[in-house]
C-alpha cells in the first residue's frame, strides 16, 4: 500500500500541468498515475485548427478578464465566479505553456495574433495547428519528467477509496502484473478526461473511456451532465471534418450498407437549390457543433439529414473530394462562401484540387492514417465530441461534495450550454493552477485516519477482486450501452424514449455490478463498470432535464410526440442542473448560477488578505 500526499489521477494536458504547478509549488510528495503518456484525448486528439482560447493580447484590441468571463458566462448555466476564475488565470496558463516551448504562433514584435472562434466576441482564439493539444502535451511531459515527477504507466483506476465523507486514495489495476494496488493521499487530483467511452459514435480517440462514474458512484456532485457536443466526423480514422474539410465543398454520398447504390443525398432536401446546399456544406467549416438554433435554417440542418441517413434509413454516409457536387455553380453560392473561396484562390478544380490549394496538411493527415482522398471516399457520421458539463467542483476545483477530490480538465463540468471553441483547453490548465496551489497552501499535511483509510482500501480490493472473477461479456455490455447512448442521449432526445434507455440503462449496471468480468478482460472490466454506471447518471440528467421543460438547447434537440424541435425556455439558462447518487439512485435539482463577482478591491485589503492565507478561505461553491 503506497501513501503519497497529492495523487493525480490521468496524464492530459490537465493532470500533467497540475504534477507540474505542484511541484512548482514545493508539494513534492506526488505520484501521476495513468493508464499511459500516450492516452488519452489531449495526446491523441486535435482537429483542422485545433483552439486554445485565452484573453486577447494582441495589437490595440482591447481585453480584459471580465469581458473574457462575460462571454465564458454567457454560455449559460455558468457560474460567474468560476468563470471569472478561468478567464483570470487564463493568461498565466498561456503564458506558462508558452514558456514552455508550445509553439504558439507570434509576429516579428512577439505579438501573439489571435483569431474569432464559435461563440467568441473577440480574436482570442490561437493554435498550434492540427495537434495543439498535443504539443501542450509534449511540452508538460517533457517538464514533468525533468522535474522528477515520480510517474505510474499501465494503471487503470478501479475505484476510489473514501472514507469520513472524503476521499483518501484508489485501487488501480496494474496492466503488466495484474496486480491490485492501493494507493493512499491526502489529496486525489482527478484529470481523468471526458466520457469518451460512452457513445458508440464517437470523435473521441479509441480507447479513450473516461473515468467519471468512479467518482459519480461515490457521491461527487456533477453538474450540466446533458450538455454535450456532437458534430461530423469521420470514423475510420476519428477526426472532425471541420474548417477546410467542408469550405472546398465535397460531394455527400449516402449508400447501402454494402457501399451499394451510391447517392447524393442532400438534394433530396436541397432540390434544386443547390446554391444554399453548397453555401451550407460551407458554413459547416467553422460552425462545427451541432447546434440547435442553426438546425431548421441554418447549417445544422446538413447534421440532420446525415443523421437520418444513417440512423433512420440505415445508410453509410460518405464525403467524396474526388469530384464536384453535380451542378456545382460558383457564382450560386452565398457571398461569404463565393468570397472566403476567391479570396483563397480556390475557385477552380475539384474539392480535392481546393484542398490541396488551401489545406495540403488536410489530405496528408488522412494519408497518415491510411485513408486516400484520391482514391475513396471518407466514411463520416454525427459523433460526440465533448460534455461541456462534468463533476462539480468550487472555486478551488475541490468536490464540493466528496472533499479531497479536486476534478479538473474536461472531467469538470465548469463549461454550460455553450462555450467558446477552444476553452475546454483553457480550462484544464486553469483548474490545474488552482488545485495545486489551493493544495500547497491548505493541504500540504495529511489529516486522515490512517488505519482507518487502510481498511477501507482493503474492502475496495475485495470488491474489485469479486468483481474480477465474473463471467459477463465485456464486448457485448459495451456494445450495449454505447449504442443505446448514440441513440437516446445524442443530438436528438425524445422523452419517452429517454425513459426507457433510462430502464435499461439501469438494469444494465445491476446486471454489470452482480455478474462481473473474468480476469482476462482486466482493465477493459473496470471501464465497463464506471461506464455503465456512469451512462446510468447521464440517462437520469437528460430525463430530468427534458422533464423540467428546458426544451432545445446547445447542442441537444428535445422533439415532441411529433418528432418537431421543441424551443428553448432560455430561463433555465440562469440555472445549473446539478445531479448526484445518494441512497441507491441518481438525484437532481437546479441551482441558480452564481452571478459574475463585481471587484473593486482595495490594493492594500487584498494585498493583507493574501499574506493571511485569507483568500484560501472563501468558500464559494461549497454548498
Ligand atoms: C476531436 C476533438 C477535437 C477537439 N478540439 C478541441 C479544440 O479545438 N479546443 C479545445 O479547447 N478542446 C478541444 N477538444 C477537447 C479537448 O481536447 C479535451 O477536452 C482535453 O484535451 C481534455 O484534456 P484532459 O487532460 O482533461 O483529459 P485527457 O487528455 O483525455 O486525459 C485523461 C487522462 O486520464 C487517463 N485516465 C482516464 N481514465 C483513467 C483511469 N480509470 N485510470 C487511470 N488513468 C485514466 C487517460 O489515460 C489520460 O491520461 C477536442 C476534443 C476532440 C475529441
Not at 491490485?180 to 458508440?200: M, R
Not at 439501469?506 to 473496470?526: I, T
Amino acid at each position: 500500500m503506497r501513501k503519497v500526499n497529492t495523487l493525480i489521477i490521468g496524464s492530459g494536458a490537465a493532470g500533467l500541468a497540475a504534477a507540474l504547478r505542484l511541484n512548482g509549488e514545493g508539494v513534492k510528495d506526488i505520484l501521476l498515475l495513468s493508464e499511459g503518456l500516450s492516452r488519452g484525448t489531449s495526446i491523441n486528439t486535435g482537429s483542422d485548427k485545433q483552439t486554445y482560447y485565452k484573453l486577447g493580447i494582441y495589437g490595440k484590441e482591447p481585453d480584459a478578464p471580465g469581458l473574457l468571463a462575460q462571454t465564458l458566462f454567457d454560455g449559460g448555466s455558468v457560474h460567474g465566479d468560476i468563470a471569472l476564475i478561468e478567464a483570470t488565470l487564463s493568461l498565466r496558463c498561456f503564458m506558462n505553456l508558452a514558456n514552455l516551448g508550445v509553439p504558439f504562433p507570434t509576429d516579428e514584435f512577439g505579438q501573439y495574433i489571435g483569431y474569432k472562434t464559435d461563440h467568441d466576441p473577440k480574436r482570442r482564439a490561437t493554435s498550434c495547428g492540427p495537434y495543439t493539444s498535443k504539443e501542450m502535451c509534449l511540452a508538460l511531459i517533457k517538464a514533468v519528467k525533468a522535474a522528477g515527477v515520480e510517474i505510474w504507466e499501465n494503471r487503470t483506476a478501479g475505484e476510489l477509496v473514501c472514507c469520513d465523507d472524503r476521499v483518501c486514495g484508489v485501487v488501480a489495476l496494474n496492466s503488466d502484473t495484474g496486480a491490485l494496488e492501493s494507493i493512499l493521499a491526502e489529496n486525489v487530483i482527478f484529470a481523468t478526461g471526458g466520457p469518451g467511452g460512452l457513445y458508440a459514435q464517437s470523435v473521441y480517440p479509441c480507447g479513450h473511456s473516461g473515468a467519471i462514474g468512479l467518482a459519480l458512484e461515490k457521491g461527487c456532485s456533477a453538474q450540466n451532465l446533458p450538455e454535450s457536443q456532437f458534430g461530423m466526423a469521420s470514423i475510420k480514422f476519428r477526426w472532425n471534418v471541420s474548417g477546410t474539410y467542408m469550405q472546398v465543398l465535397p460531394r455527400f454520398i449516402s449508400t447501402a450498407p454494402d457501399g451499394s447504390d451510391p447517392k447524393e443525398f442532400l438534394r433530396d432536401h436541397f432540390g434544386d437549390d443547390i446554391g444554399k446546399m453548397n453555401s451550407m456544406v460551407f458554413l459547416k467549416g467553422y460552425q462545427w457543433p451541432f447546434d440547435v438554433r442553426k438546425a431548421e435554417n441554418g447549417s445544422s440542418v446538413i447534421d440532420l439529414l446525415v443523421h437520418h441517413e444513417t440512423a433512420v434509413r440505415k445508410r453509410r454516409v460518405f464525403l467524396d473530394y474526388r469530384s464536384n457536387p453535380e451542378g456545382l455553380d460558383f457564382s450560386a453560392l452565398s457571398p461569404e462562401a463565393y468570397t472566403y473561396l476567391e479570396r483563397s484562390g480556390a475557385l477552380f478544380g475539384t474539392p480535392l484540387e481546393r484542398l490541396e490549394k488551401m489545406n495540403p496538411g488536410a489530405i496528408s493527415l488522412y494519408a497518415d492514417h491510411h485513408i486516400d482522398l484520391h482514391s475513396e471516399m471518407l466514411e463520416i457520421a454525427v459523433c460526440a465530441q465533448h460534455n461541456n458539463g462534468g463533476l462539480t467542483g468550487n472555486i478551488w476545483y475541490e468536490s464540493p461534495t466528496l472533499k479531497s477530490l479536486f476534478p479538473i480538465g474536461e472531467v469538470n463540468g465548469s463549461h454550460g450550454v455553450t462555450r467558446p471553441g477552444g476553452s475546454a483547453l483553457n480550462a484544464g490548465q486553469v483548474g490545474a493552477f488552482r488545485a495545486a496551489e489551493f493544495i500547497a497552501h491548505c493541504r500540504k499535511e495529511n489529516s486522515f485516519d490512517m488505519e482507518k483509510a487502510e481498511r477501507a482500501a482493503v474492502q475496495v480490493k475485495k470488491h474489485l477482486e469479486k468483481f474480477l472473477s465474473g463471467s459477463r461479456d465485456v464486448h457485448a455490455d459495451r456494445r450495449e450501452f454505447q449504442e443505446r447512448m448514440t441513440l437516446y442521449a445524442g443530438h436528438l432526445r425524445e422523452h419517452s424514449s429517454v425513459m426507457e434507455a433510462l430502464d435499461a440503462a439501469k438494469a444494465l449496471f445491476f446486471a454489470v455490478e452482480q455478474g462481473g468480468y473474468p480476469a482476462k478482460f482486466g482493465a477493459q472490466a473496470l471501464m465497463n463498470r464506471q461506464l455503465a454506471f456512469a451512462h446510468w447518471g447521464y440517462l437520469s440528467a437528460i430525463a430530468f432535464q427534458i422533464s423540467s421543460g428546458t426544451g432545445s438547447r446547445g447542442s441537444a434537440a428535445v422533439l415532441d410526440e411529433n418528432g418537431n424541435i421543441t424551443p428553448e425556455n432560455e430561463s433555465f439558462r440562469k440555472q445549473i442542473l446539478e445531479t448526484r447518487f445518494v441512497n441507491g439512485d441518481f438525484h437532481h435539482r437546479w441551482v441558480p448560477c452564481r452571478p459574475l463577482p463585481e471587484t473593486d478591491g482595495w490594493f492594500e485589503n487584498i494585498w493583507a488578505d493574501y499574506r493571511n492565507g485569507n483568500v484560501y478561505k472563501t468558500s464559494a461553491g461549497d454548498k
